[in-house]
């Protein structure tokens, strides 16, 4: 077939022409151009190119050609050939091919154009090639053609098999669903050309997974394919699907996936208790919010459909216990509401439901969707604390009660069968000022020192009862004491009250308010009365008036105040509350007199010299003030010389010190030394204990403890309120021993083998005295027989 085009130029020579297409290899249309084959001067070439408008014929015998992919042989693949109609066959004209792949994919044979493929080729990695092809004079190099383009086209073949590029799948899908409920899509491609054949159309299949699910054979959509697919049978499914070319035919590739199909959970079923019948115990002591113990109903379903909620239905013990639901576990927790007791309940019955709180309708024919349990409680027995009734006590005292004073019995008892025996005391933490007492037996709590309002209104005290039997059984009660006021202080002022009068004043004129305040707290509230002392109830100077709202005013009564007559007043206020009884106070207002100006304003309140000798110079009044000095020093002297004097204390041997030995910090001045100890109370501790001497210059280690025990007390029968005077004396006095340690000896010496070691009733000398008989006495006075033993002519001891 010839065929012939028209050129717009030279560079679109080729791409004007009309190819014929064969299998393989072509040898296309030919077109002959009436062009010489020698080479063309340039004036030659102008005309050439005017004449392409012209409707010429082509100088190539051109191709276009198809090449099939995937050549396995062992030569070099033909592809097509290149002809000139210049070429006379004589190997003048060299072909010469470039572009895409040239000499390196495809290779052209430079004397008779054959074009070889010398590679394999792959339509998948590129569909075509661009070349460009010149054919030159071998001689002279010259292009005997214009440059001319073809393409080399790659022809599909089946050679790629489908691939799930997204593979393998996971998907899920509820249980129970209908059939021909979608689950997943899968999708496979094929690489291979879907415009040529049938090499790149899909089929799809299921190769397991049946008869659970199917697939779409076009589409790759997986539907469920059995009804009432039960989770808690099967939960998960492996399913594989198969896709494959040439539309499924035999001899087509395929390619498989994987796809994990879960069934989701729905509530299709009820919870149910494992067992109908639950045995527990707790002890009567467990405390509130205390856990019992747990009861679980077991339901199949899993996440929010297996979520119970528990409750107590029925049974006697609805008001002492409780269920609560462990949200992590599902499980019910029963606790204790209320105090427990044995010996009021020993055992209880309760009804538990367990219920889910979620469900669906589709399923509710599968219900009911709750269970019930029956739990019974016993109620163990155990040693409990005394109980105190009531639990909190509240008790007003008045703050000038006595001590000893009962003011509230307090009650405790053992709530055990055993019934034990209750001893009472005071936690001293509560009081630290050890105020109250209590009975041991019997819970009398009473006052053990003086109460004061004033300082102390409220006590916050805690009593204990343990058990006689066993001490560890402490129970406790709290006991508020609010104590009430006395009216045991007087009004007094509130400040110090220091007021100024002008010697211009004039009479009834107001020079001071004042006020008071009381430390009491009367119910009725504060009232007080003011007026005068009686011994100024007459006072020529000043008068008082009470203005009946706690204050008063000072007025002056008269007029001519003078400083150099009387600068300072001293007015004393009698105070008096409204009280039972009423109490006073004498309160002292200083008034000054002072100068002032036609306002009122002071200006001065010193006295002023109103005589000065003229004839006294200041030389003078300076040497007058040395003499004063220097007197002043010598006093102070002579005073301070006087204090470091001591007597010495020398021991005489003819005074007799052994009589009254007590130990101080320094020497002491033997028997004349009478500020050191009374020796008259070792043979009338009665009347040593209306007058006692100390010294003045030293206390002793350890002083007197007569003093300590009024005998009044000891003749006493009232045993009690002695124990609790004695006992205040000895926290007040901090130079007392431990009250648990007091001892007071009537006589000194009495009773004892020794007898009375003092020196009253004995000689006045020393020669008159002996001492041998301590000799006899024993060990135990060998180191006074020693001390007081014969003396020899040298004066030293035996």
Known sequence: ??????????????????????????????????????????????????????????????????????????????????????????????????????????????????????????????????????????????????????????????????????????????????????????????????????????????????????????????????????????????????????????????????????????????????????????????????????????????????????????????????????????????????????????????????????????????????????????????????????????????????????????????????????????????????????????GALMTARPLDREDVSWHNITVLAVELNNPSQVGSVSVMVKVLDVNDNAPEFARFYEAFVCENAKAGQLIQTVSAIDRDDPQEGQHFYYSLAPEVANNPNFTLRDNQDNTAWILTRRSGFRQHEQNTFYLPILISDNGRPVLSSTGTLTVHVCSCDDDGMVMSCNVEAYVLPVSLSRGALIAILACIFVLLVLVLLILSMRRQRKQPYIIDEEENIHENIVRYDDEGGGEEDTEAFDIAAMWNPWEAQLVVKNRQDMLPEIESLSRYVPQACVMDNNVHNYVLAKLYEADMDLWAPPFDSLQTYMFEGNGSVAESLSSLQSVTTDSDQSYDYLTDWGPRFKKLAEMYGATDSSGALW
């Not at 091919?97 to 590679?119: K, M, N, P, R």
């Not at 079923?269 to 679980?296: C, D, I, W």
């Open 1 to 442: 077939m010839w065929t012939s085009g028209r050129m717009s130029n030279a560079k679109n020579l080729l791409g004007l022409g009309i190819s014929l297409y064969f299998w393989g290899l072509m040898d296309l249309t030919t077109t002959v151009l009436s062009a010489s084959a020698r080479p063309l001067t340039e004036g030659q070439e102008d005309n050439l190119s005017d004449k392409l408008h012209q409707r010429m014929k082509r100088s190539w015998v051109w191709n276009q050609f198809f090449v099939l992919e995937e050549y396995t042989g062992t030569d070099p693949l033909y592809v097509g050939k290149l002809h000139s109609d210049m070429d006379r066959g004589d190997g003048s004209i060299k072909y010469i091919l470039s572009g895409e792949g040239a000499g390196i994919v495809f290779t052209i044979d430079d004397t008779t154009g054959d074009i070889h493929a010398i590679q394999r080729l792959d339509r998948e990695e590129r569909s075509q090639y661009t070349l460009r092809a010149q054919a030159l004079d071998r001689r002279t190099g010259r292009p005997m053609e214009p440059e001319s383009e073809f393409i080399i086209k790659i022809q599909d073949i089946n050679d790629n098999e489908p691939k799930f590029l997204d593979g393998p799948y996971v998907a899920s899908v509820p249980e129970m669903s209908p059939v021909g409920t979608s689950v997943i899509q899968v999708t496979a491609t094929d690489a291979d050309d879907p415009t040529y054949g049938n090499s790149a159309r899909v089929v799809y299949s299921i190769l397991q997974g049946q008869p659970y699910f199917s697939v779409d054979s076009r589409t790759g959509l997986i539907r469920t394919a059995l009804m009432n697919m039960d989770r808690e049978a099967k939960e998960y499914y492996e399913v594989i699907i198969q896709a494959k070319d040439m539309g499924g035919q035999l001899g087509g590739l395929a390619g498989t996936t994987t796809v994990n199909i879960t069934l989701s959970d729905v509530n299709d079923n009820p919870p149910r208790f494992p067992q109908k019948h639950y045995q527990m115990s707790v002890l009567e002591s467990a405390p509130v919010s205390s856990t019992v113990g747990r009861v679980v109903a077991k339901d199949l379903d899993e996440g929010i459909n297996a979520e119970m909620k528990y409750s107590l239905v029925d049974g006697d013990g609805l008001d002492v216990f409780d269920i609560n639901t462990d949200p992590n576990y599902q499980v019910g927790i029963i606790t204790v509401r209320k105090p427990l007791s044995f010996e009021s309940k020993k055992s209880y019955t309760l009804k538990v439901e367990g219920a889910n709180p979620h469900l669906e309708m589709r399923f509710l024919n599968l219900g009911p969707f709750r269970d019930t349990t029956t739990v019974h409680i016993s109620v163990e027995d155990v040693d409990e604390p005394p109980v105190f009734e009531p639990s909190f006590y509240f008790v007003e005292v008045p703050e000038d009660v006595e001590i000893g004073t009962t003011i509230q019995i307090i009650s405790a008892k053992d709530p055990d069968v055993t019934n034990n025996s209750i001893r009472y005391s005071i936690d001293r933490s509560s009081d630290p000022g050890r105020f109250f007492y209590v009975d041991i037996t019997s």
